[in-house]
């Protein structure tokens, strides 16, 4: 079954407390993104990358690292998470660039204390 | 910059109403059109889309006619079942925009017996 696996579904945090949220496609997608998700606010994308060893800022970098090392798996870091980040996050695959659809994993719901 | 905007939610509905969920856009250049559908717990899934103006995508009863004269692309079903219950994105693609999906906020719909 084609699938984005994004782990885990649910983290809880302290200040400062170094995380990483795994995401990983089946697809042999090119492409793949994180976002957060936040009442009001919609989606906004985090990082975004265009294959392996190429990545990108999206709109909301501050606080995030990624990095591409297969073209498979795309982990999210937080090196230092503040309160601020607590929210719910999707990362996402798509084909290539364009009108491809992106396909979205079920969430990580993070909440930093 | 580019933008989205969707009517407010949440919007409650009984079973067998008729659906719209408005959304206009601004964007420079010609963006791709999309709706995409986020059931309680899960990931976002594309809904339908549209590529150009006067496409209408359709899917599951849903359809969408991307209008470049008023910047609009409103979703619209004839008959809503209580399954329809979900939050709703409207997003908009621009081709070499490096794949980012520009989102709405969001609008919740619930369908009551």
Known sequence: EAQVTQNPRYLITVTGKKLTVTCSQNMNHEYMSWYRQDPGLGLRQIYYSMNVEVTDKGDVPEGYKVSRKEKRNFPLILESPSPNQTSLYFCASSRDRGSSPLHFGNGTRLTVT | ?113
């Not at chain 2, 009984?14 to 999309?34: Q, V």
């Not at chain 2, 079903?77 to 070499?96: E, H, M, P, R």
């Open chain 2, 1 to 113: 910059g580019n933008s989205v905007t969707q009517m407010e939610g949440p919007v409650t509905l009984s079973e067998e109403a008729f659906l719209t969920i408005n959304c206009t856009y601004t964007a420079t250049g010609y963006p791709s059109l999309f709706w995409y559908v986020q059931y309680p717990g899960e990931g976002l899934q594309l809904l339908l889309k549209a590529t150009k103006a006067d496409d209408k995508g359709s899917n599951k009863g849903f359809e969408a006619t991307y209008r470049k004269e008023t910047t609009s692309f409103h979703l619209e079903k004839g008959s809503v079942q209580v399954s329809d219950s979900a939050v709703y994105f409207c997003a908009l693609i621009l081709t070499g925009g490096g794949n980012k999906l520009t989102f709405g906020t969001g609008t919740q719909l619930k369908v009551e017996l």
